[in-house]
């Protein structure tokens, strides 16, 4: 398992940005799948976006398309979630996620895990 660590979380205005970033140790993530996911209070943990093993792919909720940019920086092992346009409705704890073979947007098919970290998006 590779070991991960997300940082940027915050509170910020409707409208705002925010951009949050997971630092990998252990393990060279240029295999390895990589997504972030969120979970509001009450809700079950949801997909948000997520970049292919490889690199060519990236893909998003629908909810977050157009405002939210997953990238992978190889070459400092990690890699980042830019949010735009931020919404009420986008507050919630999140997390990063990566595997060396699924690339999909259930949170079951990841092995590794980073802490969480907040995200309050103020009316």
């Known amino acids: 398992q590779v070991t991960l660590v997300e940082s940027g979380g915050g509170l910020v205005q409707t409208g705002g940005s925010l951009r949050l970033s997971c630092a990998a140790s252990g393990r060279q993530l240029s295999t390895y799948a990589v997504a972030w996911f969120r979970q509001a209070p009450g809700k079950e943990r949801e997909f948000v976006a997520g970049?292919?093993?490889?690199?060519?792919?990236?893909y998003y909720a629908d909810s977050v398309k157009g405002r939210f940019t997953i990238s992978k920086d190889n070459a400092n092992n990690n890699f980042h979630l830019q949010m735009n346009s931020l919404k009420p409705e986008d507050t919630a704890v999140y997390y990063c996620?990566?595997?060396?073979?699924?690339?999909?947007?259930?949170?079951?098919?990841?092995?590794?895990w980073g802490q969480g970290t907040q995200v309050t998006v103020s009316a």
């Open positions: 970049i292919s093993w490889a690199g060519a792919s990236t």
């Open positions: 996620a990566a595997d060396p073979y699924y690339s999909g947007t259930s949170d079951s098919g990841f092995d590794s």
